[in-house]
Nanobody, 118 residues
Framework: QVQVVESGGGLVQAGGSLRLSCAASGNIYRINVVGWYRQPPGKQREVVAFISSDDSTNYATSVKGRFTISRDNKNTYLQMNSLKADDTAVYYC??????????????WGQGTLVTVSS
C-alpha cells in the first residue's frame, strides 16, 4: 500500500524551529512532486511549499526565507525556522507519485500538529 506519513510536529515557542518529515512508502517508481500544506484553526488549507522531482522549490510568501523544503530518497522535509504564532496549524504532506498503473497518484498524509506559543 502506498502512503505518506508525517512526523515532527509539536509545541514550540515563537522564534524557535521545528523539522517536519514526510516518509513515503510502498511500490513507488518516482516521487513527482511533494507539497506541504497547512490548515490553521478555523481556516482553509493552504499551500506552504513544494518540491519537484528536479529539486525545484516554491514557497508561499508567508514562509519564504523562514522555511526550507528538501528531499532525500523517499523522505521530504520541511525545516521551519523563526516560527510565529500564525504558523500554528495542522501540517499535511501531499505527494504525487508514479506507481504501477498510475503515473500521478495523489496521496495525503494524516497531518501533524504544529503549535507555536507566543
Amino acid at each position: 500500500q502506498v502512503q505518506v506519513v508525517e512526523s515532527g510536529g509539536g509545541l514550540v515557542q515563537a522564534g524557535g524551529s521545528l523539522r517536519l518529515s514526510c516518509a513515503a512508502s510502498g511500490n513507488i517508481y518516482r516521487i513527482n512532486v511533494v507539497g506541504w500544506y497547512r490548515q490553521p484553526p478555523g481556516k482553509q488549507r493552504e499551500v506552504v511549499a513544494f518540491i519537484s522531482s528536479d529539486d525545484s522549490t516554491n514557497y508561499a510568501t508567508s514562509v519564504k526565507g523562514r522555511f526550507t523544503i528538501s528531499r532525500d530518497n523517499k523522505n521530504t522535509y520541511l525545516q521551519m525556522n523563526s516560527l510565529k504564532a500564525d504558523d500554528t496549524a495542522v501540517y499535511y504532506c501531499n505527494a504525487r507519485l508514479w506507481v504501477p498503473g498510475n503515473r500521478n497518484l495523489e496521496v495525503w498524509g494524516q497531518g501533524t500538529l504544529v503549535t507555536v506559543s507566543s
